[in-house]
C-alpha cells in the first residue's frame, strides 16, 4: 500500500540552530501535504498545508517565518524549523492524501527536541 | 503493536443518524479522539473522550467507548451533506503520540 515517509523520526539540536524534517509520498503523487504539531499531552493540531508548486497555507498563529515549508516535488514536502528554541520542542508529523482524497497516509513523525 | 482499525466507508441519507465504528488495541490510552478531514483541508479535530468516560455529546454528536470492547463509535445526528467527509478515529496512550486509523468516508446523499 501506499506509504508516506518522514525524516528524520527524532532529532536533538541546540537552541538557534535549523532543523530540516522531510515528507516523501513513496508510491503516489501528492500535490498536497499537511504539516502538523502535537504537544504532550495535546491533540494534533494543523500548522500549515503544503502545496507542490505554490506557497504553503499557514493557519493561524503559526508562524510562517520560522517554520518554512517547501514543496518543491510531486513527491516531497520539507519544513524547517528556523532558529529553532526549546519551546519548540514538539513532535511534528506530515500526511499525504491521495489523489480524490480517498484516504490520508501519515508519516511516522518526527520528535523535535531543542536543548 | 498498535493499531487501530476503521471500516473504510459509510454511505447515508440527508436527514439519517449516521455512526461510524472504530476499534483499538491499547487499553492504556488516556484520550480517543475523533478527527474530521474535509476534501483538500487538513484535519480537524471534532471530539474527543477521555478513557474514564462512557459517552460524551456534544450537539450533534455523541461518542460511546466501550473500554471492554475497545470499541469507540461516533454518531452524526440528523446528518448533513456538509458531514461528508474523511473521519479518523486516534488513541494516544500516556507517553506516546497519537496511532490513526485509516479513516472511514462518509458520504452523505440528499
Known amino acids: 500500500g501506499a506509504v508516506v515517509s518522514q525524516h528524520p523520526s527524532w532529532v536533538i539540536c541546540k537552541s538557534g540552530t535549523s532543523v530540516k524534517i522531510e515528507c516523501r509520498s513513496l508510491?503516489?503523487?501528492?500535490?498536497?501535504m499537511f504539516w502538523y504539531r502535537q504537544f504532550p499531552k495535546q491533540s494534533l493540531m494543523l500548522m500549515a498545508t503544503s502545496n507542490e508548486g505554490s506557497k504553503a497555507t499557514y493557519e493561524q498563529g503559526v508562524e510562517k517565518d520560522k517554520f518554512l515549508i517547501n514543496h518543491a516535488s510531486l513527491t516531497l514536502s520539507t519544513l524547517t524549523v528556523t532558529s529553532a528554541h526549546p519551546e519548540d520542542s514538539s513532535f511534528y508529523i506530515c500526511?499525504?492524501?491521495?489523489?480524490?482524497?480517498?484516504?490520508?497516509?501519515f508519516g511516522q513523525g518526527t520528535r523535535l527536541t531543542v536543548v | 503493536g498498535e493499531d487501530v482499525e476503521q471500516s473504510l466507508f459509510l454511505s447515508v441519507r440527508e436527514g439519517d443518524s449516521s455512526v461510524i465504528n472504530c476499534t483499538y488495541t491499547d487499553s492504556s490510552s488516556t484520550y480517543l479522539y475523533w478527527y474530521k478531514q474535509e476534501p483538500g483541508a487538513g484535519l480537524q479535530l471534532l471530539t474527543y473522550?477521555?478513557?474514564?468516560?462512557d459517552m460524551k455529546q456534544d450537539q450533534r454528536l455523541t461518542v460511546l467507548l466501550n473500554k471492554k470492547d475497545k470499541h469507540l463509535s461516533l454518531r452524526i445526528a440528523d446528518t448533513q451533506t456538509g458531514d461528508s467527509a474523511i473521519y479518523f478515529c486516534?488513541?494516544?496512550?500516556?507517553?506516546?503520540?497519537?496511532?490513526f486509523g485509516k479513516g472511514t468516508m462518509l458520504l452523505v446523499s440528499p
Open positions: 486516534a488513541e494516544s496512550p500516556p507517553g506516546s503520540t497519537l496511532t
Open positions: 500526511s499525504a492524501p491521495r489523489i480524490l482524497n480517498t484516504e490520508a497516509f
Open positions: 508510491d503516489f503523487q501528492a500535490t498536497t
Open positions: 473522550i477521555f478513557s474514564n468516560m
